[in-house]
């Protein structure tokens, strides 16, 4: 089955900077790249996907890249904010079934 | 909109009782719903894939005795967690997917938090 990697398990910034979390998977079959971020005891939300076919995507201060020859996708946060702070998933997809990483919990000092 | 309701939000059961807990889609049909469970501080786990009108598929090591999956409308999947024990307190999230032509994305339920006395 699929297995994803997810690095770092957990991350400090200062307010401004930016932050880069990595996931790689195995399955080349997967086809479908989400990202969700989970505040403590509530459910995961989705900020931004990708699809096999585009390398990267941007929305604001969040950006996707995808890697499918090395099997890798990273999101990238820029200007940090404290309300940031959360723990992100990543998750590889294939046939509508999600795979997901173990998850970095993100701090945004102020 | 895709709105994913989850029932209860919270429960407190003794030891050898059952528990169902309900998913539903309230603005989209769902042809997939996925239940997972989530430890604290840990990853959301797959524990079975559920679609309308058949049986679920469970993941490896899932018991599909313990943990009853019903998917009998689209817009509506339980869970039932049978003659539960203290072990099985847990964060049970549910999911519910358009299907890949509505795009793959899950939308997520609130979850409900399961203690087991």
């Known amino acids: 089955g699929e297995n994803v990697e997810q690095h770092p398990s957990t991350l400090s910034v200062q307010e401004g900077d930016s932050a880069v979390i990595k996931c790689t998977y195995s399955?080349?079959?997967?086809?479908?790249f989400p990202w969700y971020k989970q505040e403590l005891g509530k459910r995961p939300q989705l900020i931004i996907d990708?699809?096999?076919?585009?390398g990267e995507k941007k929305d604001q201060r969040i950006a996707v890249t995808l890697n499918k020859t090395a099997k890798h996708f990273s999101l990238h946060i820029t200007e940090t904010q404290p309300e940031d702070s959360a723990v992100y998933f990543c998750a590889a997809s294939r046939e509508g079934k999600s795979t997901f990483g173990d998850g970095t919990t993100l701090t945004v000092k102020p | 909109g895709a709105v994913v309701s989850q029932h209860p939000s919270w429960v407190i059961c003794k030891s050898g009782t059952s528990v169902k807990i309900e998913c539903r889609s309230l603005d989209f049909q769902a042809t997939t719903m996925f239940w997972y469970r989530q430890f604290p501080k840990q990853s959301l786990m797959l524990m079975a894939t559920s679609n309308e009108g058949s049986k679920a598929t469970y993941e490896q090591g899932v018991e599909k005795d313990k943990f009853l999956i019903n998917h009998a409308s689209l817009t509506l999947s339980t869970l039932t967690v049978t003659s539960a024990h203290p072990e099985d307190s847990s964060f049970y999230i549910c999911?519910?997917?358009?299907?890949?032509?509505?795009?793959?994305?899950?939308?997520f339920g609130p979850g409900t938090r399961l203690t087991v006395l």
């Open positions: 999911s519910a997917s358009k299907g890949l032509a509505g795009g793959a994305e899950q939308f």
């Open positions: 399955d080349s079959a997967s086809n479908y």
């Open positions: 990708i699809r096999s076919n585009v």
